[in-house]
């Protein structure tokens, strides 16, 4: 990066910026209308006009989301399933025009950071118990992760005070120990949650040449890691 060293908090405060206007946030439901500054500390977090991204620090993480139901396809799953790996729980409804927006961004992450082991499931918050309409939802966008049914609200208790039960689309990245280490309030774009995913993935810092396409890395690295998915993916 030319010109003056930034500083770490500065850094943090860019990436989020940038990745967050580049996504366009603005979910169904009506989030912080004003903005706020960019906060960096332990955990780093950027609330614009549309939502939110906040990044956990290891010690701010809480308990494990115990988190269980039945998919779409009638399957039981249980989120304790996936410990010992990084997960991405995105919540959606066919309702919902920014979950349209972000269904091929979600796709092809989960395609991109498969290689990792990162796993992905989606929360249908549909309001009947009827599955076709978010059956048809995912067939449309070729949707291969499992989601799970949720028109009583059931899942989204389980996840009350890390997500609001208004705030459709959201996506969480959980760690291998079962716990909530960033969160999106908004739709989101490819970019934005591979780069996330990876910085919780190598326990870095989101760390961006702001002239260039954000990705995760340590402070003063020699090498930085690429967001990008399997050879040919585009």
């Avoid at 939502?51 to 799953?77: K, S």
């Avoid at 076709?132 to 949720?150: C, E, K």
């Avoid at 716990?179 to 999106?184: P, T």
Wanted: glycine share 10%.
């Amino acid at each position: 990066m030319h010109g003056r060293p930034r500083s770490r908090a500065a850094l943090l405060a860019a990436v989020l910026l940038g990745l967050t206007v580049s996504a366009g946030l603005s979910g169904c439901s009506t989030s912080d209308a004003s903005g706020t500054a960019a906060s960096t500390g332990t955990g780093i977090a950027y609330t614009g006009a549309g939502g939110t991204i906040r990044v956990l620090d290891r010690t701010q993480r809480e308990q494990p989301i115990a988190l269980a139901g039945t998919t779409l396809e009638g399957e039981r799953f249980d989120l304790a399933s996936l410990r010992g790996s990084v997960a991405v729980l995105n919540v959606w409804g066919s309702w919902c025009p920014p979950c349209h927006k972000e269904a091929p961004d979600l796709q092809r992450a989960s395609l991109d950071l498969a290689p990792r082991g990162v796993r992905f499931v989606g929360i249908a918050k549909e309001d009947t118990a009827d599955p076709s309409a978010a059956i048809a939802f995912q067939r449309s966008y070729q949707i291969t992760f499992p989601s799970l049914m949720d028109p009583d609200g059931k899942a989204l208790l389980a996840l009350r005070g890390t997500v609001s039960p208004y705030a459709v689309p959201s996506t969480l990245v959980i760690d291998p120990e079962g716990r909530v280490a960033a969160r999106i309030s908004g739709p989101v774009n490819r970019a934005m949650l591979v780069a996330v995913v990876n910085s919780v993935l190598d326990n870095v810092s989101l760390v961006v040449d702001l002239a260039a396409t954000p990705t995760p890395s340590t402070v003063g690295a020699t090498a930085t890691p690429s967001p990008t998915g399997p050879a040919g993916t585009p």
